[in-house]
């Protein structure tokens, strides 16, 4: 949980502030997302606003290249692979997520953003299972360094 980290080392402390209250949410909704994505899969789905009856994915791709940004260099060799291709649905729904799409033109953003609301959700689940799948790798390595060691 490493945003959980992050915040808890980084907030503010003091219980009842507005900055508590707000970490406090963020907090619990990661913990929240992080369960639904390794038990239930299937039943992700972001909090996007609905504004005048259209939904407004803007700010959570913003909050979403936010946090990445956050980690910048966890992120950057994932971004540049094959695979951040995958995020093409949450990148297109925003300016600054627009501009990490080199080599795509602007009517295939475009035909990505027509379908982001419905391909989004997949594209977390597939992030999520590509990140975990690199864990496992990681902590299978670490072992295997760990019994040598002894």
Known sequence: MAAANFWQTNAVKEAGTPEHRLVQTI?????????????????????LLNAEGRTVMTDWSIGFLLGVGMRSNAWSPLMISDFGRTLAPILSVNPMGRELML????????????????????????????????????????????GRRR
């Open 27 to 47: 907090l619990h909704r990661h913990g929240e997302v992080v369960e639904i994505l390794a038990h239930r899969p299937e039943a992700y789905l972001p909090l």
């Open 103 to 146: 080599g795509v033109s602007g009517i295939e953003i475009d035909r990505i953003k027509a379908t982001a609301r419905e391909t989004i959700p997949g594209t977390v689940i597939a992030l999520y299972r590509h990140c975990a799948t690199g864990r496992s790798a990681s902590r299978r390595l670490a072992k295997l360094r760990d």
